[in-house]
């Protein structure tokens, strides 16, 4: 027989390769017997109506049926499909091109009822053969069954074997082709699992015990009894009422032990509030005695314009105190000798804040030149997708860069005679690469030091000449001929036709200036005087400073910057009007705790959501601003009357601003959307109604 691996019917009583070997004691039954089924496997083709027969047409089987060598398989389960036929000569026709399929179970061939028979070892299933079924008691048809070879091996699923006989009896599997899935297009994942189901049960075994007592002809010892009585009957209630305690007094010790935590908690946390305090305290301290130090030095050492403005406006301080003294202690002869004699100290003042004002320009002036000579040598410098900053050198910034350290060496004082002469040297070789008039005048005077120094003439007396070769050096790294780089920094422009764009005439100097030279407020409908004409009046007339309201604008702006809401009003105001807007309407002083320290005052939006504006700011402290921005309602943070007067000043800065053009658009579209939120809050909204 052909092993159970190549053909959809299987004869097994061995397991060599899924055949089975006949013995020699199989039962002999007659030859048109049909097929039973054994005890072990029942077949679902057999039933009480028909029994199946299979037939096989083959010279080699008829062959063996003619030597009463029958074979009996047992039909194991399956469902026999086909088309019936008439005679052999249809079935031969239609034997090669036959399609329909018989599934089957295999088929068991028990040797003990066909004794003595000897099978075939090499026989092969054919590919289709014919099944003789009986339809009624005399009546027969035969269906045309196609073997489909199995593209897959058969798994082993177990068995049993005969002690006796010694046989083995496989268990058979069914042989029906899996059916495909459709595709729908979904990639879909399957996955077997397996729940195990636990449950606990508890179970008491048996303990078979037994007990000896002392009777005749027995005696037991009773040293080891002990004598036991009843004790007190304890009831429910008693017994209640005893777990109550018990509970009470676990309680007890629990709240007792959870109210030393909590004391303990509010401890640490009170002394870490008290050392947060001490330390702010402290830290505030310091920041104040910086302050006055930094001040103080700016005062003696003045370097800035800032400073310069500090000085003018304490020494305004003082003559208006000094003023005041007089008025009020002095009368005729002596008043006007004292106002001489605070003349006269006035004037000396303003003098020695001259000449540190001429010292402080020439130190200035000499960074200023580095700076800008520094700013022409510097790369080209842009930021990549990744955030790294990228470098290039062209030809016209080195070019920069090598007239850049040529002149900061020959501007340096006190260096040896030799390095001097190198430095010049290299001067007068760099400036004869161009041949005009500048550069004739350079090489001459750099001549004209190196004889004079072969002569060992002095240092004090060569200062003059080394200030004009870095004067005229100077001027020839300014001209973009020389220096190509230096044309995108220099203020006034190689095209003198770009002169006539954004240039103003200033009525004060009678000067033409370009726009950026112009402070030009808020309330401002025309252009004034340039910044020049503006500090020598503040200086002469008013000695106003500036700083503290400076020092507030930017960071009021810096911090509407880090909204990137698109604000616009801030940077419209300039600081003149944030001292009106200060010390008119907000007094310089802080809303909640009246700080007056312009130093420590910031101010900051009311309300957050909106834009700043003069009619949506408040004035407070730097920590009162912090814990402002975090509040989310105002309603319920302030009281009524504080913020009816925020209001109040709300309303007068709008009436004031209200009469700058640039801030005209501002107020109504601010206008339009305050009426927005009033409608939206004062009218009710529908149940289920978007807004």
């Not at 001097?420 to 005077?445: A, F, G, M, S």
Request: glycine share 4%.
């Amino acid at each position: 027989m052909e092993d159970a691996s190549d053909s959809c019917f299987e004869v097994v009583t061995m397991e060599k390769s899924g055949a089975e070997q006949p013995s020699a004691s199989s039962e002999r039954r007659a030859p048109d017997a049909p097929f039973s089924a054994s005890s072990e496997t029942a077949s679902p083709v057999t039933n009480e109506n028909y029994s199946t027969l299979l037939e096989l047409r083959n010279s080699e089987w008829e062959e063996q049926t003619s030597q009463n060598s029958v074979l009996s398989e047992n039909t194991a389960s399956g469902t026999v499909t086909g088309s019936m036929i008439e005679d052999d000569e249809a079935l031969r026709r239609t034997r090669p091109n036959f399609n329909e399929t018989i599934q089957s179970e295999k088929l068991h061939l028990d040797q003990g009822h066909f004794p003595g028979t000897a099978v075939q070892q090499d026989y092969h299933m054919p590919d289709v053969i014919t099944v003789r079924i009986q339809t009624d008691s005399d009546s027969f048809q035969d269906v045309v069954v196609k073997i489909e070879r199995p593209t897959y091996h058969k798994p082993f699923l177990g068995g049993f074997k005969n002690r006796i006989t010694g046989l083995e009896f496989h268990n058979a599997g069914s042989q029906t082709i899996p059916k495909k899935r459709p595709d729908k297009g979904i990639q879909l994942f399957c996955r077997e699992t397996q729940t195990v189901f636990e449950k606990n049960k508890p179970q008491q075994t048996r303990n078979t015990t037994s007990t000896q007592m002392t009777k005749i002809g027995l005696y037991v010892s009773n040293m080891t009894d002990k004598l036991i009585s009843p004790g007190k009957y304890l009831t429910a209630e008693e017994y209640h009422k005893r777990r109550l305690e018990a509970v009470i007094v676990l309680q007890t010790y629990f709240r007792r032990w959870h109210a030393i935590n909590v004391v303990q908690n509010l401890r640490e946390e009170k002394r870490l509030r008290l050392a947060w305090e001490a330390q702010e305290e402290l830290r505030r301290k310091k920041e104040k005695e910086e302050k006055l130090r930094r001040e103080h030095e700016r005062r003696l050492n003045p370097k800035t314009k800032e400073d310069f403005e500090l000085l003018y406006h304490a020494l305004e301080l003082w003559r208006q105190e000094e003023t005041e003294r007089i008025n009020r202690t002095l009368t005729g002869a002596e008043r006007k000798a004292a106002f001489c004699g605070l003349l006269e100290q006035e004037a000396q003042l303003i003098a020695s804040i001259g000449r540190h004002k001429l010292n402080a320009d020439e130190e200035n002036q000499q960074k200023a030149i580095l700076h800008f000579l520094d700013k022409c040598a510097q790369p080209k410098r842009w930021k990549a997708y990744d955030g790294k900053i990228t470098e290039m050198d062209t030809q016209y910034t080195l070019r920069a860069r090598e007239l850049f350290e040529i002149y900061r060496s020959i501007s340096m004082n006190d260096i040896p005679k030799d390095e001097r002469i190198d430095v010049l040297l290299t001067l007068r070789h760099t400036v004869k690469e161009h041949e005009c008039k500048l550069t004739r005048e350079i090489v001459e005077l750099i001549d004209r030091e190196v004889d004079l120094m072969s002569r060992e003439v002095k240092e004090c007396n060569l200062e003059g000449l080394r200030k004009r070769i870095c004067t005229l050096f100077l001027q020839y790294i300014k001209t973009p001929k020389f220096n190509p780089e230096v044309a995108r920094i220099l203020k006034v422009p190689p095209d003198p036709l770009k002169l006539y764009k954004n240039v103003n005439f200033c009525h004060s100097c009678e000067n033409y200036l370009p726009s950026t030279e112009f402070p030009v407020p808020a309330n401002s409908r025309t252009i004034g005087r340039c910044r020049l004409c503006c500090k020598l009046d503040n200086e002469g007339r008013h000695r106003e400073a500036f700083l503290k309201y400076r020092l507030i604008l930017e960071n009021l702006r810096k911090s509407e910057a880090g909204y990137q809401d698109d604000a616009k009003i801030v940077f419209l105001v300039q600081h003149q009007d944030l001292q009106y807007l200060m010390e008119n309407i907000w007094g310089c002083q802080s809303a909640l705790s009246a700080c007056s320290d312009l130093y420590d005052l910031v101010m900051v939006r009311w309300d957050k959501q909106h834009e700043w504006s003069p009619w949506n700011t408040i004035l407070l402290t730097k920590d009162e601003a912090d814990a402002h921005l975090k509040l989310g309602n105002l309603q319920k943070a302030y009281e009524a009357a504080f913020i009816h007067r925020i209001k109040h000043k709300h309303i007068r800065a709008k009436n004031y601003f209200a009469q700058i053009p640039a801030m005209t658009s501002f107020l109504h579209r601010s206008d339009n959307q305050a009426n927005a939120n009033e409608f939206l809050i004062a009218t009710p909204i529908p149940t289920g109604t978007k807004t």
